[in-house]
């Protein structure tokens, strides 16, 4: 069968081996689908903390079940399914509060170790979801709007409640939608432009506000200088990571989402004063999982995929992807169709 690894960064090669063979446990699933997420352009460019070369990417699948075993979902050989990409202990402290999301000894699909950029892959059968009711689309995009509803599930976001999302990038803008389905108003955040009227027009976002000098005035003005009860980072941007509580009302919630490597530095007075609620998102959990595949049909599938090839073309195409002038919101690539 046919895989495409990152050799190392900026090189990919398109490769053949053996198909898997299942273990006891475990499921094999025929790839239709591969989302290109944010971690998958890093590790591409090398600015991807913690990881290894060579690595078959690829944690966004829509898939096909070949084979599997008796399990706790009643899935079957023929099914759809949602991979959930990460794989947790079950043992540490995490895993018994039932924070899975932040096993201490996680391991995530297409980083920790090999992802679905493959034809065929095998995995533990507990991180399957049935899918049956969604296209491959759907499918693909799931996983990182599991990202944004567990981010919104974290800020126990309520109706009425105006929060901002800074970053309009395929997460930002899963948290924008998210948002809105649990009743708030959103401020969407950005410097390019082209993003924010996506946010508008796609979205339905009720305010846009370029990011930068002027932005928290901007916000005041349009919250009658309430500011925004939620603030989320979603562009993992240092300037915007210490920017962010400068939109966030009194009593507020400021939940990173984005990751900066680096370190970050807050004026204690500032962020004291608002008695900020400093919360960090990671990850999804199954509950994530299953509320995005229940609300999918209110989610715009079709213009946020916005580049799709074929495997054979993935690699000559990657490098646009990571330009965001090309207008890339979210790529995917097929397999097996």
Partial sequence: MKYIVCEKPGEFILKEKEAPVRKENEALL????VGICGTDLHAYSGNQAFFTYPRILGHELASEVLEIGENARGIKAGDKVVVMPYVSCGKCIACRNGKTNCCTNITVLGVHGDGGMQEQIAVPADILLPANNLSNDQMAIVEPLAIGAHAVRRAAITPGETVAVVGCGPIGIGIMK???????KVVAIDMNEQRLEYAKEKIGVEYTVKAGEGA????AELTNGDMCTAVFDASGNKFALEAGPSYMSHGGRFVLVGLSKGDLTYNHPAVHSKEMT???????????FEHVINVLDQFPTESFITHNVPFTEMIENFD?????????????????L
Wanted: hydrophobic residues 45%.
């Fill in 30 to 33: 025929q790839i239709n689908k």
């Fill in 278 to 288: 400093l919360m960090c998102s990671r990850n999804a959990t199954t509950e994530d």
């Fill in 216 to 219: 928290a005035e901007a916000i």
């Fill in 178 to 184: 998210l948002a809105q389905i649990a009743g708030a």
């Fill in 320 to 336: 646009s992807w990571l330009k965001p002038e090309t207008g890339v919101i979210k790529a995917t690539v097929d397999f097996n």
